[in-house]
């Protein structure tokens, strides 16, 4: 059975700084997901990760996958209130020609003035 | 370019009772996913459909059905609802596996479904 686990699941900090949100999962995977949740909203897409050393950017927010150690990473650079939101990771493996998602159970970030 | 439409956007249900969901996918988008998210936790996959078919299901007892239209829109069903079927029901779309490379799966606000 695919596990993912991501750590922190819960993160407090302060505007400026920077921080990084780990996601490890149990067997290969096809596709690495990065979605963001506001309160009571739906997930909203961040980054694709498809390969080793893929690593992706998005002003404040840059993610990276490293296949061979089942590892994704976000990095949060110079964190701002508006990035205060739940962080999930979402590995996809495809079986029988069909797919679903398995979610870890999220990073609750909150940053501070 | 309406996105994935979800409806009702919240439901109240008592316990032993039936619900209907429904879902229609984003344009261009041939694939339909549902998902269970209960409180503070991360989506948990219930089903695929495509062309028609269940694909792919996750680990969900048979109350939990589903059907897709010849227009790729969706209905998820749960029979004989338990006050443990509370959660938000999230649909997402996608073009089938095969023929998408980095698009993501695109998913609706969902509907809030309370047993009571």
């Known amino acids: 059975e695919l596990k993912v686990e991501q750590n922190p699941l819960f993160l407090s900090m302060q505007e400026g700084k920077n921080y990084t949100i780990y996601c490890n999962y149990s067997?290969?995977?096809?596709?690495l997901y990065w979605y963001r949740q506001d309160p009571g909203k739906s997930l909203e897409s961040l980054f694709v990760?498809?390969?080793?050393?893929a690593v992706k950017q998005e002003g404040r927010l840059m993610a990276s996958l490293d296949t061979k150690a089942r590892l994704s990473t976000l990095h949060i650079t110079a964190a701002v209130h508006d990035l205060s939101a739940t962080y999930f990771c979402?590995?996809?493996?495809?079986?029988?020609?069909?797919?679903?998602?398995?979610f870890g159970k999220g990073t609750h970030l909150i940053i501070q003035p | 370019d309406a996105g994935v439409t979800q409806s009702p956007t919240h439901l109240i249900k008592t316990r032993g009772q039936q619900v209907t969901l429904r879902c229609s996918p984003k344009?261009?988008?041939?694939?339909v996913s549902w998902y269970q998210q209960a409180l503070g936790q991360g989506p948990q996959f219930i089903f695929q459909?495509?062309?028609?078919?269940?694909?792919q299901r996750g680990n969900f007892p048979d109350r939990f059905s589903g059907h897709q239209f010849p227009n790729y829109s969706s209905e998820l069903n749960v029979n004989a609802l338990l006050l443990g079927d509370s959660a938000l029901y999230l649909c997402?779309?996608?073009?089938?596996?095969?023929?998408?490379?980095?698009?993501?799966?695109?998913f609706g606000n969902g509907t809030r479904l309370t047993v009571t």
């Open positions: 997402a779309s996608s073009l089938y596996l095969g023929l998408r490379r980095d698009s993501p799966l695109h």
């Open positions: 067997t290969t995977s096809d596709r």
């Open positions: 990760l498809l390969s080793n050393g």
């Open positions: 979402a590995v996809e493996v495809a079986r029988g020609g069909a797919d679903g998602l398995t």
């Open positions: 344009s261009g988008h041939d694939t």
């Open positions: 459909y495509y062309e028609e078919e269940e694909r």
